[in-house]
C-alpha cells in the first residue's frame, strides 16, 4: 500500500506537530510560573517536557548518572528526552534533528524558502568542510568540558545550584524577551539559511554533531541501486543536507537526517530504499520509529518516576517566584 503523503510533506507534518506541542509545553510553563509568583491561585504542574530545551543540564545530568547511577531529581525529564534522542540516533539516524526538532523545524521552512526564490545554495567543499568543522569543535568542547574537565564536586554543585534549577525559566524569558542583539543574531542566522541549505544545522548545532556520529553506527541507511539510477541528480537536488546521493551507494555520512526526501524524489522505482541492517524497509518506519523510541521513553519515565521533579510544591514556587515577576 502507498503512503498517502510525500517524504517532504510527511517530515513537515510531524515537524509541526511537534512544534505545536512545544508552544503549548511554553503556554503551560508560563502558567506554572504565573501560579509560582503569586499572579494565579491556580497551580498548573510544571511540564516536563519544557527540560528538553535544556541539553547541556542533560549531559550534566548523564555525567552525574555515570559517576553515581542517580537521576538527576533537578530536571528528570531533560536528561529522559535527552537518552530518548541518543536512542533515536543510533536506532534511525538523526531522526530527532529531522522529525522533532523545532529549530530544524524553521531550518525546514527557512531551506524550502530559499529554494522558492532562488536563493538556496550548497557551498563548494572547500568552504563548506572547514565550516561544518564548527559544530564538532562545539560538541568536542562541551563533551571534554563535561565529561574530564569538570571535577565531581563542581558537577554536584552546579546540578543543584540556583543557575541550574531555574534554567527552563531563563530559557524562556530568552524567547519571551529577546534583546536587541539576540534578534539581530537571529535574524541573521534566518538570512544565512535562506542563502545557505540547513545552515544552523549543518554547521553550527553541536548537538547534531553528537547525533551524528552515533548515527554513523546504526543500522538504518539509504541505499542506492548502481543498476537502476539513471543519474538525474534529482536525490542530491532533494536532499536538506545537500549530499550527494548519486555519488553514493550507502548513505552513511553524519550530516544525513533520515528524512528520506532523497528516495522520494528518486524518479526510478526501487532505485533508492531505506534500509535496515541490510533489509528493506518503508521509508516512514524512520520518522515514525524516531517518533516511538520518544513516545516510550516517556511512558517508561512516566511510570518509574523518571519524568516529574519530585521537588516540593513549596520549594519550586520559592525557585521560580522571581522570574515569575519578571526579575
Known amino acids: 500500500m502507498k503512503f498517502p503523503l510525500s517524504p517532504v510533506r510527511f517530515r513537515l507534518a510531524l515537524q509541526a506537530a511537534f512544534t505545536l506541542f512545544n508552544l503549548y509545553v511554553g503556554f503551560r510553563f508560563a502558567a506554572f510560573l504565573a501560579w509560582a509568583g503569586g499572579h494565579s491561585p491556580d497551580y498548573v504542574p510544571k511540564p516536563g517536557a519544557v527540560e528538553g530545551f535544556l541539553p547541556i543540564s542533560a549531559l550534566l545530568g548523564l555525567r552525574h548518572l555515570v559517576n553515581s547511577g542517580q537521576w538527576d531529581f533537578i530536571h528528570p525529564a531533560g536528561l529522559t528526552i535527552f537518552l530518548a534522542v541518543l536512542g533515536m540516533a543510533v536506532l534511525f539516524r538523526k531522526g530527532f534533528c529531522g522529525y522533532v526538532c ?64 531555574v534554567a527552563d525559566a531563563r530559557m524562556l524569558g530568552f524567547f519571551m524577551s529577546p534583546s536587541g542583539l539576540s534578534l539581530m543574531v537571529l535574524g541573521g542566522f534566518g538570512l544565512f539559511s535562506l542563502v545557505v541549505r540547513g545552515a544552523w544545522c549543518r554547521y553550527l548545532c553541536p548537538y547534531g554533531a553528537l547525533l551524528g556520529l552515533l548515527s554513523w553506527f546504526g543500522p538504518v541507511a539509504v541505499s542506492r541501486d548502481r543498476d537502476k539510477c539513471v543519474s538525474c ?43 535496515a ?32 521533579s519530585t521537588m516540593p510544591q513549596a520549594m519550586l514556587a520559592r525557585l521560580y517566584a522571581p522570574f515569575a515577576a519578571g526579575n
Not at 253 to 268: D, K, S, Y
Not at 279 to 304: M, N, Q, S, Y
Open 102 to 165: 523545532p529549530v530544524g523545524f524553521l531550518s525546514n521552512l527557512l531551506d524550502h524558502a530559499g529554494r522558492r526564490v532562488g536563493l538556496s545554495r550548497v557551498p563548494p567543499k572547500v568552504v563548506d568542510y572547514p565550516l561544518t568543522a564548527l559544530k564538532y569543535l562545539g560538541m568536542g568542547f562541551f563533551l571534554f568540558s563535561v565529561f574530564f574537565a569538570m571535577d565531581t564536586r563542581s558537577l554536584e554543585a552546579f546540578l543543584t545550584g540556583p543557575y541550574n534549577s
Open 233 to 275: 541528480g534529482k536525490c542530491a537536488k532533494g536532499c536538506p543536507a545537500g549530499i550527494r546521493v548519486d555519488l553514493k551507494q550507502t548513505v552513511r555520512t553524519p550530516e544525513c537526517i533520515g528524512c528520506m526526501e532523497c528516495v522520494g524524489a528518486c524518479p526510478v522505482d526501487g532505485c533508492l530504499e531505506a534500509r
Open 277 to 308: 541492517a541490510g533489509r528493506r524497509i518503508p521509508w516512514p518506519v524512520v520518522g515514525l520509529g524516531a517518533v516511538c523510541v520518544l513516545l516510550l521513553f516517556w511512558v517508561w519515565a512516566k511510570t518509574t518516576g523518571h519524568w516529574d
